[in-house]
């Protein structure tokens, strides 16, 4: 786990820090049996934030979530996943490979029936539905609920993206000058460690992104949807005054610190007339989706930058935006890839810069 940026677990308003679990592994063992216990001992706190019912059996309280994942928890079983990006216009596939949950999970649901004293009812595989909680104390059937929430979040979080919301920066005349400046870069700057043609963003997918999404079912993805329309009805016009937004790529930087060992090289984008309307509309889109749980909330801002050369290119040209930060025991994901020397580019194009006409 990184110490400076430990994984949180954001349920019922409240805000959880999940600890990795140390575990010995051994030939037999399944791997994520210890894991999942470690889960069901960290939810012990209830949340008043739940609606529990009271029947004339008890209480009872449901949880709605895709059935991917409860699939997943209660079933070991997997569907494929699209790879989409979402703009308030159009969407694009990129297929992906299904990926499966290794590990028995048949008493998943018994062990949190026993030791929450509930009865859990789950839809059948390949039905779409809720998740219902029953029990003679109100307690118990918010524990089992708050663990429920755990697993589903755990779940979400260890699936690839499946969406990106995101700006597109892909007019022909940026597309042409973009190639122009991958030319010029290639010409000078070719002998420089880690430099070549596959690190380039692909000239028809520049684009501004504002934040990843995990959606596994139809019903996410129309609810995204009706989200990005109701920003666009609520906020998104009045910021843009109805009209297209005149943005700028003006300067290079790098995200790591040493520009010496560069893994993603972008693109500075801001408002031509030095306005802050991209910045607000920006920022108010990341925001209504993090309130709705779509996006989980790690930064309070977007960073406003259009990847141009990015590492992981060079073994997979698809490859941005693909990887979720942490694996399942809170740990920061590093992805093999070749560094390249950017200093260069840096000296050389530091003044690159892009006037794009573009309807946000």
Same mark, same amino acid.
């Given at each position: 786990?990184?110490?400076?940026?430990?994984?949180?677990?954001?349920?019922?308003?409240?805000?959880?820090?999940?600890?990795?679990?140390?575990?010995?592994?051994?030939?037999?063992?399944?791997?994520?049996?210890?894991?999942?216990?470690?889960?069901?001992?960290?939810?012990?706190?209830?949340?008043?934030?739940?609606?529990?019912?009271?029947?004339?059996?008890?209480?009872?309280?449901?949880?709605?979530?895709?059935?991917?994942?409860?699939?997943?928890?209660?079933?070991?079983?997997?569907?494929?996943?699209?790879?989409?990006?979402?703009?308030?216009?159009?969407?694009?596939?990129?297929?992906?490979?299904?990926?499966?949950?290794?590990?028995?999970?048949?008493?998943?649901?018994?062990?949190?029936?026993?030791?929450?004293?509930?009865?859990?009812?789950?839809?059948?595989?390949?039905?779409?539905?809720?998740?219902?909680?029953?029990?003679?104390?109100?307690?118990?059937?918010?524990?089992?609920?708050?663990?429920?929430?755990?697993?589903?979040?755990?779940?979400?979080?260890?699936?690839?993206?499946?969406?990106?919301?995101?700006?597109?920066?892909?007019?022909?005349? /940026?597309? &042409? =000058? @973009?190639?122009?400046?991958?030319?010029? #870069?290639? %010409?000078?700057? !070719?002998?420089?460690?880690?430099?070549?043609?596959?690190?380039?963003?692909?000239?028809?997918?520049?684009?501004?992104?504002?934040?990843?999404?995990?959606?596994?079912?139809?019903?996410?993805?129309?609810?995204?949807?009706?989200?990005?329309?109701?920003?666009?009805?609520?906020?998104?016009?009045?910021?843009?005054?109805?009209?297209?937004?005149?943005?700028?790529?003006?300067?290079?930087?790098?995200?790591?610190?040493?520009?010496?060992?560069?893994?993603?090289?972008?693109?500075?984008?801001?408002?031509?007339?030095?306005?802050?309307?991209?910045?607000?509309?920006?920022?108010? /889109?990341? &925001? =209504? @989706?993090?309130?709705?749980?779509?996006? #989980?909330? %790690?930064?309070? !801002?977007?960073?406003?930058?259009?990847?141009?050369?990015?590492?992981?290119?060079?073994?997979?040209?698809?490859?941005?935006?693909?990887?979720?930060?942490?694996?399942?025991?809170?740990?920061?994901?590093?992805?093999?890839?070749?560094?390249?020397?950017?200093?260069?580019?840096?000296?050389?194009?530091?003044?690159?810069?892009?006037?794009?006409?573009?309807?946000?």
């Amino acid at each position: 786990m990184e110490v400076l940026r430990p994984q949180l677990l954001r349920i019922g308003g409240r805000v959880y820090r999940k600890n990795p679990i140390q575990e010995q592994t051994y030939q037999h063992e399944e791997e994520d049996d210890d894991y999942y216990q470690g889960l069901m001992e960290c939810a012990e706190e209830p949340c008043e934030a739940y609606e529990v019912v009271q029947t004339p059996q008890g209480f009872r309280c449901t949880v709605k979530a895709p059935s991917l994942l409860y699939n997943l928890i209660f079933f070991n079983t997997s569907n494929f996943c699209g790879f989409q990006k979402i703009t308030l216009g159009c969407q694009d596939i990129y297929p992906r490979r299904p990926r499966h949950i290794v590990g028995k999970r048949g008493d998943t649901r018994k062990k949190l029936e026993v030791e929450t004293k509930t009865s859990i009812t789950i839809p059948k595989p390949g039905q779409e539905g809720e998740i219902v909680i029953t029990g003679q104390h109100r307690s118990g059937v918010i524990s089992a609920r708050t663990r429920i929430d755990v697993l589903l979040l755990t779940f979400r979080r260890k699936q690839p993206f499946t969406h990106f919301l995101a700006f597109f920066l892909n007019e022909v005349e /940026v597309q &042409e =000058r @973009f190639l122009k400046f991958q030319e010029e #870069v290639l %010409e000078k700057c !070719s002998m420089d460690h880690g430099v070549d043609s596959t690190i380039f963003q692909n000239p028809k997918k520049l684009h501004l992104t504002i934040g990843m999404l995990v959606l596994l079912s139809e019903q996410e993805i129309q609810q995204t949807c009706e989200m990005l329309q109701q920003c666009k009805e609520e906020f998104i016009d009045d910021i843009s005054g109805g009209k297209p937004l005149e943005v700028e790529m003006a300067g290079i930087e790098y995200m790591n610190d040493d520009p010496g060992m560069v893994d993603v090289l972008y693109a500075k984008v801001h408002m031509k007339d030095g306005s802050n309307r991209l910045q607000e509309l920006v920022d108010r /889109v990341l &925001e =209504r @989706f993090q309130a709705s749980g779509l996006i #989980v909330k %790690e930064w309070n !801002s977007v960073k406003l930058h259009a990847t141009v050369m990015n590492t992981l290119f060079r073994k997979d040209p698809n490859a941005e935006g693909r990887y979720n930060l942490y694996t399942a025991d809170g740990k920061y994901i590093f992805k093999e890839r070749e560094s390249f020397d950017g200093r260069n580019i840096l000296k050389v194009f530091n003044m690159y810069t892009q006037s794009i006409l573009g309807k946000l």
